[in-house]
């Protein structure tokens, strides 16, 4: 019996082996010896029709408690936003979905030019003169940028804000202990950076000094100040930033960032429990050739028509090998394309509008949580801001599930001094009522 | 169908006061900004993002959708990158709205059914791989070589073998098996293929040495061609107190025939949207989870997803763990789909897809050998590398019959790789293919042969059929232009 996934039928195959010259299928896999042969068939679960597995995993995906079931106040790094219909629509086109790298331009410029227009759109909003084509999430673009910095400068240090996302902290330093990069860790003042402790830090020997913008608390770092402190020994500047906020607030790129990386999860791409998101790499145009990922570049074909190619591929695994920049060969390509839909569907003035309700959403909700009595800290926020508790956040949080709320991240799991204080997000989507019911059941079970 | 000749950019496309999206009202009282932040901190200049209608949105990507070759849309016989249908379901069961909204940082309750489908996984690729332990967080397969090789330098260094710096790799290889090492913080260390296109095993015991941290290979390896000598391989390496390392880019070829664990390898990775139908999407997002022995296992990157009873948990106690190769669980809607393909295939499903492939592999084989030079002829797994030196020789490049079967309709093979064969054209027609596709592909290769003889600038010229001829790939590198400039438009209206 054949598969309907697997055209060949024993007709076919009876046809084929005669070609080949052999009786049977098996003399094909002759080479593999003996005693390693795997003998009788996996012990997996056997096959299952289409409709009762969509109904087993209909089941299961129906364990999970979300935003969709659920109002959220969850951010710490993955956001609930607005996606517009014609996301899904566009990249469900499978044209684009079921495509792969477009090694031959000529059948894939549909791809290249929906790269180069994603590079323009992130250029457009870190201000810097470029960007890739994608990186596997904000993360791992930030941790590449420590790497990059270092053979750059040719330091083997990296001062790294506290105000970080914890697992973006452990992700650069799992980078960087690879190639014995040392990372060392500026503490907060509040829930920003302590400027005078990353000045101490930040020596002669420093490759790059790192920071989030808007921070993990959800604060906004001084990046005019940090920028003097990282250019000081003639390090790197690198900022790991929101696109979504920088719509609005002023662009590293403008404070004199060399690098900035983050996840466009913002932009049309949803939770999907943490992954795939997409990471955008931006650099100055003297970092070029060290940037990691792939670039498409503008070109023109022999009538003069304008065109789209991979290029600067010299600095790549398959060209360079053991002398590449780095390891990356594949991107994100479709959820980069997710972005740059979103993002043209908003527009010049849709990701600014979305962005200020954000600040105006968060802002609403601190000053609600004040009144309540509670105390809110941080100063200038985007769309997060922290509020202490007198109970521990993740029972409350059992809690609010109960009363169709999704807490925010219990900061107490990765910082001690932190313990009891939630941090909170705000996006667009949440609604004064939905805000105002937060508070006012948060207050109920904060006793 | 698609129009010959270039598409507007998005850019080019925008005309002030247009737009395209639906935003919620702000329904609480809107404080001035300058109340909430700090001027230096409010952008001045808005980024300049398109402006357009929504159906204008849709036509332009429409129109960039029908100047693109998916699998969907014909043959792609991509050597070594697996080029397979991707399943309708699969994309259905991603867009699951339970999974698609599911945040990664919620309380274990809140996400049973996550980490359930993750649990799952992980027990199907043990066995599918003949591993003790998996990993799904590396985010690619090239990420999850990387993590391999860090556990694997974090296992020697635990057992105080700091001299272990090497990483030897076949010349065959991927590119991204010596780029991982050295970012792994290993030397790359090339051993050599023999005439049969193997490891040559002299070689092999001539690089090896107690500086030898592991070797990478690929089974069947890049020519599609099987290391039948993987035990001796096995007891050289592992005599030296190497590891060794198995890169999946091929597994489709073995699958419920041989197991990496069984042929004694110590660490796999594998790349889910090859083997296990994650779409491509145009070079990403993929996965690469990495299996273990258990030797291995207490080094996993954290977190690790266990079931106790009838709850699954995250295990954050991995006392040697290398760290966090990325946030959060890897790329979750990919393995999501990479299980419905597993669930829908089932143990006897997997065995017919690689009897399949290569079933499949070998009959193009045979008929395309003579026409195009066949430098190991032998039978081959679910991939083969002809050579073009044939058609050079009458003044064709292998590049130049690539171009020439866009003209046909097929997407040409990977070329120039591996680099230890002239004018390579590497061929993967999977198991999907029926046997009429496969006969048509290989009329045209015929075709393109006999043209080359009688109308060599029929080829040389091509592709005449496409949207856009033959791009000028020199001056995109030389004069890198990586972004739309608004002048641009000016430039041209002048």
Known sequence: MSHRYLPVTEKDKQEMLDVIGIKDVNELFSDIPEEVRFKGDLNIEPAKDEYSLMRELTRISNKNITSATHSSFLGAGVYDHYIPSVVDSIISRSEFYTAYTPYQPEVSQGELQAIFEFQTLISELTGLPIANSSMYDGPTAFAEGATMAAGATRKKKVVVSGAVHPQTLEVIKTYTHAQNIEVVVADLDGTTTDLKHLEELADEDTAAVMVQYPNFFGSIEDLEAIEKIAHKHKGLFIVNSNPLAISLLTPPGEFGADIVTGDTQVFGIPAQFGGPHCGYFAATKKLMRRMPGRLVGQTQDDDGNRGFVLTLQAREQHIRREKATSNICSNQALNALASSIAMSALGKYGVVEMAENNIQNAHYAKEAFKSAGFEVLGDMNFNEFVVKLNKDVTEINDELYEDGFIGGYDLGLDFDEFKNHMLIAVTELRSKDEIDAFVERLGAYNG | ?494
């Open chain 2, 1 to 494: 169908m698609a129009k010959k000749g270039s598409s507007p950019l998005i850019f080019e496309r925008s005309i002030e006061d247009r737009y395209a999206y639906s935003l919620p009202k702000l329904d609480i009282e809107k404080q001035d900004l300058s109340n909430l932040l700090d001027d230096k901190f409010i952008r001045k200049e808005k980024a300049e993002l398109p402006e357009i209608s929504e159906l204008d949105l849709i036509r332009h990507y429409t129109e960039l959708s029908n100047k693109n070759w998916g699998i969907d849309t014909g043959f792609y016989p991509l050597g070594s990158c697996t080029m397979k249908y991707n399943p309708k379901i699969n994309e259905q069961v991603a867009r699951l709205t339970g999974f698609a909204t599911s945040h990664p940082l919620q309380n274990e309750k809140a996400i049973q059914g996550s980490l359930e489908i993750t649990y799952r996984l992980q027990e199907s690729l043990k066995e599918i791989t003949g591993m003790d332990e998996i990993s799904l967080q590396s985010a690619a397969g090239a990420q999850g070589e990387w993590t391999a090789l860090i556990m694997i330098k974090a296992f020697h260094e635990a057992n105080g073998d700091h001299q272990r710096t090497e990483v030897i790799v076949p010349d065959s290889a991927h590119g991204t098996n010596p780029a991982s090492a050295t970012v792994a913080g290993f030397k790359a260390v090339t051993v050599k293929s023999n005439e049969d296109g193997t490891v040559d095993i002299e070689d092999l015991k001539r690089v090896v040495s107690d500086k030898t941290a592991a070797i990478m290979l690929t089974n069947p390896n890049t020519l599609g061609l099987f290391e039948k000598d993987i035990l001796e391989i096995r007891d050289i390496v592992h005599g030296a107190g190497g590891k060794l390392y198995y890169d999946g880019a091929n597994l489709n070829a073995i699958m419920a025939k041989v197991r990496p664990g069984d042929m004694g390898f110590d660490a796999v990775h594998l790349n889910l949207h090859k083997t296990f139908t994650g779409p491509h999407g145009g070079g990403g997002p993929g996965s690469g989870p990495i299996g273990v022995k258990a030797d291995l296992a207490e080094f996993l990157p954290k977190p690790h997803v266990k079931k106790e009873g009838d709850t699954f948990k995250l295990d954050n106690d991995i006392p040697n763990s290398v760290g966090r190769v990325k946030p959060y669980f890897g790329n979750f809607a990919i393995y999501l789909r990479a299980y419905t393909y597993i669930k829908t295939m089932g143990p006897e499903g997997l065995k017919k897809v690689s009897e399949d492939a290569v079933l499949n592999a070998n009959y193009i084989m045979r008929r395309l050998e003579g026409a195009y030079h066949l430098p190991f002829n032998q039978h081959c797994k679910h991939e083969f590398v002809l050579s073009g030196v044939n058609q050079k020789k009458e003044g064709a490049r292998t590049l130049d019959v690539a171009k020439r079967l866009l003209d046909y309709g097929y997407h040409p093979p990977t070329i120039y790789f591996p680099l230890n064969v002239e004018e390579g054209l590497m061929i993967e027609p999977t198991e999907t293919e029926s046997k009429e596709t496969l006969d048509g592909f290989v009329d045209a290769l015929l075709n393109i042969d006999k043209e080359i003889k009688e109308d060599l600038d029929l080829v040389l010229e091509a592709p005449h059929n496409t949207v856009i001829g033959r791009l000028d790939e020199t001056q995109a590198a030389r004069h890198p232009v990586l972004r739309f400039e608004r002048e641009d438009i000016v430039d041209e209206k002048k």
